[in-house]
C-alpha cells in the first residue's frame, strides 16, 4: 500500500539554525515527491518537486529536499531558519508509473514547523 | 498569471442548514479541479476531483456534492449539514498535460456547523 510518513508531529528550531523536516514513503514504482507549506489560515503552497535525477532539489524560500532512494526518504531542510518559516509543512508522494494524476496523490499529515527568535 | 478565488472565508451555519461553498479560476482554461477538508489544522482529505464540466469524482462517500457548471466553476454543497462536517475546505487546480502538474490551492474556507 502506498504511504507517507511525517514522524514528527512538531519541530522547534532555533532561528538561525539549520532545520530538517522528515518524511518517507512507500510506493510501489518510483515515486514523485511533493513538499508544500500551509501558513496559519490559508491555503497550501508549494515548495519544490522531485521527479528525477539529481537527489537534492532546491525550491521556494531556501528550502531544498534531499531524495533518498536506498531509505525511502525525503526530508525538507533549510540551512537558516527563520521565524517567518514557522509553518504545517506537508510531503506527498504518488506513483510516478501513473500519468499525470495529483487526485492520486498520498498526503503526509503535516508537521508543524516552530522557530523560535 | 493565474489566480484561484474561493469564497467565503469563514462560514458558520447551524445543522441540518444547505451549503455552497464556491471555487473559480482564472487565467487558465480546462483545469483540473479539486476539493479537499482539512481536518483540525493537519491531514488533507480529497473530497472530489473534477477533469472537466459535469465530471465529478467522489473519493469518500459523505453528506457533500460538488458540481462543476462552467470549465473553471467548482462548487461544494450539501443539503443538510452534520456536526461532522466543521472543518477548513480546500479549492484547489493543477493544469492539465503536464505529466508532473503542482497544486493551487485557495486560501480556504473554515466552515463551522454548530
Known amino acids: 500500500a502506498q504511504s507517507v510518513a511525517q514522524p514528527e508531529d512538531q519541530v522547534n528550531v532555533a532561528e538561525g539554525n539549520p532545520l530538517t523536516v522528515k518524511c518517507t514513503y512507500s510506493?510501489?514504482?518510483?515515486?514523485?515527491l511533493f513538499w508544500y507549506v500551509q501558513y496559519p489560515n490559508r491555503g497550501l503552497q508549494f515548495l519544490l518537486k522531485?521527479?528525477?535525477?539529481d537527489n537534492l532539489v532546491k525550491g521556494s524560500y531556501g528550502f531544498e529536499a534531499e531524495f533518498n532512494k536506498s531509505q525511502t526518504s525525503f526530508h525538507l531542510k533549510k540551512p537558516s531558519a527563520l521565524v517567518s518559516d514557522s509553518a504545517l509543512y506537508f510531503c506527498a508522494v504518488r506513483d510516478a508509473r501513473k500519468k499525470d494524476s495529483n487526485y492520486q496523490l498520498i498526503w503526509g499529515a503535516g508537521t508543524k514547523l516552530i522557530i523560535k527568535p | 498569471s493565474q489566480t484561484i478565488h474561493q469564497w467565503p472565508a469563514t462560514l458558520v451555519q447551524p445543522v441540518g442548514s444547505p451549503l455552497s461553498l464556491e471555487c473559480t479560476v482564472e487565467?487558465?482554461?480546462?483545469?483540473?479541479l479539486y476539493w479537499y477538508r482539512q481536518a483540525a489544522g493537519r491531514g488533507l482529505q480529497l473530497l472530489f476531483y473534477?477533469?472537466?464540466?459535469?465530471?465529478i469524482s467522489s473519493e469518500v462517500p459523505q453528506n457533500l456534492s460538488a458540481s462543476r457548471p462552467q470549465d473553471r466553476q467548482f462548487i461544494l454543497s450539501s443539503k443538510k449539514l452534520l456536526l461532522s462536517d466543521s472543518g477548513f475546505y480546500l479549492c484547489?487546480?493543477?493544469?492539465?498535460?503536464?505529466?508532473?502538474?503542482?497544486?493551487?490551492f485557495g486560501s480556504g474556507t473554515q466552515l463551522s456547523v454548530l
Open positions: 473534477s477533469v472537466g464540466i459535469g465530471q
Open positions: 522531485y521527479i528525477t535525477g
Open positions: 487565467g487558465t482554461s480546462n483545469p483540473n
Open positions: 510506493v510501489s514504482g518510483n515515486p514523485y
Open positions: 484547489a487546480w493543477s493544469k492539465v498535460g503536464v505529466r508532473v502538474s503542482k497544486l493551487f
